[in-house]
């Protein structure tokens, strides 16, 4: 069997996964002011090459080191892929009780207000943490079985480990909502489950080379098959700071301040429809006939059953745009910058072997591609210790109220360098001190700064205008 490249996404996981294992997050404390929290799961599988015999169930599991070793793990074929949901008319807008989906879209302040011109909208599964859920953990496994019927208890999967919590704010992190904690999930075998989503909701096997095309550094990502895009996604900024009902101030607040754009990656994936619960519960034998199409993995969970052929037009299906951004787009970049391969192993010789502990532990700055910087954050390397937060800052579509930002966003930039200085210290303060929260903070108290001198600003425009033009009439 041909060996995998030491570039290779598979070895690329291995090293992500490897990182996560061994690396403790960083929790945050709930306050007794709002004990609220959340909890996501991040699911992931290697797709087998074709071909591939299923595993007994009485086959004993392998651990996480020999699961990479496995020789369909390590086939050149096999393809990583992450699990994104689609709710079928659902918009950051949308408030979905108890689900994750109300607030995993927002761009890193999760209000339930404002409109997007992103279409259709991906996020992780899972959802609130509930009375009577144990833990964070429970409450990731929860909603995943109760929103697309995967068991996460299976013996089919493990807990890799938690990625970094995050704070999930109102409009202008203004007032904290509650803690997101996201958890890391590997499928170690290679056999297709049967799901059942909700109605509305499409899975979406995303392959994860397509994104490290897009964020991996360019000597990684440049080598990778599959290839996504930069995009943006367009708020309304009157949505976000002005009342619900207040018609007449949102037009004149849209008119002065304009809308946010937030970066997002533009995945290019299969049209897929909803698949009821019946259709997935089973596996069934299928035709072998050349008019079927390839019988692969994914047809398999979507329940597709073979009972007719597909038609020419079936065959040809349209493919659909979808737009990562948010806390999902962040989250995602979080699990990425895992993959960059550790400064102590610069070889490909290095990349072979199975990363110790130690290797782990002797990475610099991850870097990864991110063709945009926040607000008043250009020449600093927020992408690098912080990517999560870099996508979900947003930017102004006028010029001067990004001028303000910058010119109040002098602590944001201490804070930011102060987390620099302590990665690249590798003191304790890296875990101990909520950088990312800090960060968050002063950055949304620069935007509230700016807007109000731009409100002001505008207002005197006005008024000396009217002065002006009245003069000028009676005259």
């Known amino acids: ?15 992500a996964l490897h990182r996560i294992r061994t690396t403790p997050p960083r929790i945050i404390a709930s306050p007794a002011t709002q004990p609220r929290r959340a909890a996501v799961a991040i699911i992931i599988r290697v797709v087998p090459p074709p071909n591939t015999v299923s595993v007994s169930v009485d086959t004993p599991l392998p651990t996480l080191n020999e699961f990479f070793e496995l020789d369909w793990v390590k086939d050149p074929l096999a393809c990583p892929e992450f699990l994104l949901l689609r709710r079928n008319g659902a918009s950051p807008s949308d408030t979905v009780p108890g689900r994750a989906s109300a607030f995993q879209n927002f761009p890193g302040d999760g209000t339930s207000k404002g409109s997007s011109k992103a279409g259709a909208h991906v996020a992780f599964p899972g959802g609130r943490t509930e009375e009577g859920d144990e833990g964070g953990l429970y409450t990731a496994m929860r909603q995943t079985w109760e929103e697309i019927g995967l068991d996460l208890a299976e013996r089919d999967f493990i807990c890799i480990g938690q990625l970094d ?11 904290l909502l509650m803690i997101l904690s996201p958890f890391v999930f590997l499928q170690l075998t290679p056999n297709p489950l049967p799901i059942d989503p909700t109605d509305g909701t499409t899975i979406h096997w995303v392959p994860l080379e397509t994104l490290a095309s897009a964020v991996l550094p360019g000597h990684i990502g440049d080598k990778m098959n599959a290839k996504s895009r930069w995009s943006s996604v367009t708020v309304d900024a009157a949505s976000r700071i002005t009342p619900r009902r ?68 079936d065959q040809n299906k349209s493919r659909h745009q979808l737009k990562l951004w948010g806390l999902s787009l962040g989250m995602t970049l979080d699990l990425m910058a895992t993959m960059i391969p550790p400064t102590s192993l610069p070889s490909p010789a290095g990349l072979n072997k199975q990363p110790t502990p130690q290797d782990l532990h002797k ?37 001067d109220v990004n001028f303000w930002i910058w010119v109040f966003g002098k602590r944001y930039r201490e804070v930011v360098r102060g987390w620099e200085a302590s990665v690249h210290d590798g003191g304790s303060n890296v ?45």
């Open 431 to 475: 875990r101990r001190v909520n950088w990312s929260g800090t960060a968050l903070n002063t950055f949304y108290a620069a935007v509230r700064k700016a807007l109000l001198v731009v409100l002001v600003l505008r207002a005197i425009g006005v008024l000396v205008g009217l002065v002006f033009a009245g003069w000028w009439v009676f005259a």
């Open 1 to 15: 069997m041909a060996q995998e490249k030491p570039d290779s996404m598979v070895r690329l996981l291995s090293c």
């Open 165 to 175: 919590d995050r704070e999930i704010t109102t409009s202008l992190g203004k007032r």
């Open 363 to 399: 990475v610099s700055l991850p870097s990864l591609h991110l063709p945009f910087h926040p607000v008043g954050g250009e020449g600093m390397r927020i992408d690098a210790v912080a990517p999560s937060l870099a996508s979900v800052f947003p930017r102004f579509s006028y010029p």
């Open 246 to 313: 207040a018609a007449v101030l949102k037009i004149l607040v849209r008119v002065l301040i304009g809308s946010m754009q937030f970066p997002a990656i533009l995945l290019d994936l299969p049209e897929s429809d909803t698949i009821p619960s019946s259709s997935t519960g089973s596996l069934a034998a299928l035709p072998n006939s050349g008019s079927y199409p390839a019988l692969t993995q994914d047809k398999l969970e979507k329940g597709f059953t073979g009972t007719k052929p597909l038609s020419g037009k």
